[in-house]
């Protein structure tokens, strides 16, 4: 797995919209990437409308935040779209982002992991925790 003070790894994936994302889109920029297994389940719910709720907060500090899932694009959409999500929702049905990160579950889902990246693009803090609100709170105290 990716490891605190690692560089932010290089990937690419589709967004909720089917358009191309990169890692390079968050160059120079402190960032939130997290993983959840699964598009509109409870947790995975819990916490993205918790990054959602403080998403003006983020920008206001110029902190990104992208969320990750084995989903595909129209599975991704719809759970923005129910949500009013707002940020970005990359689309891994291949898991080659999960690998990528070393997160992917041996049920096949990404593992409900956070990646908190600072404006150098080096990871400052990582949060492996089942709990959602761990992730909101440990994103929130670093960033907000």
Known sequence: MVAVGDPLPKFAAA????????????????????FYPAADTPGCT??????????????????????V?????????AFASKYGLGFTLLCDPKREVAKTFGVLHPRGVARRVTFLVGSTGKVEEIVDSSS?????????????
Request: one cysteine or more; glycine letters at 8%; proline letters at 5%.
């Open 15 to 34: 967004d909720q919209d089917g358009k191309p994302f990169s890692s390079d889109a968050l160059r120079g920029q402190r960032a939130v990437v997290y």
């Open 46 to 67: 819990i916490e993205a409308k918790g990054f959602r709720d403080e998403l003006p907060k983020y920008r206001e500090k110029g902190v990104q935040v992208v969320g």
């Open 69 to 77: 899932s084995v989903d595909d694009c129209p599975a991704q959409k």
């Open 132 to 144: 959602a609100e761990e992730h909101l709170s440990r994103a929130r105290a670093r960033f907000l």
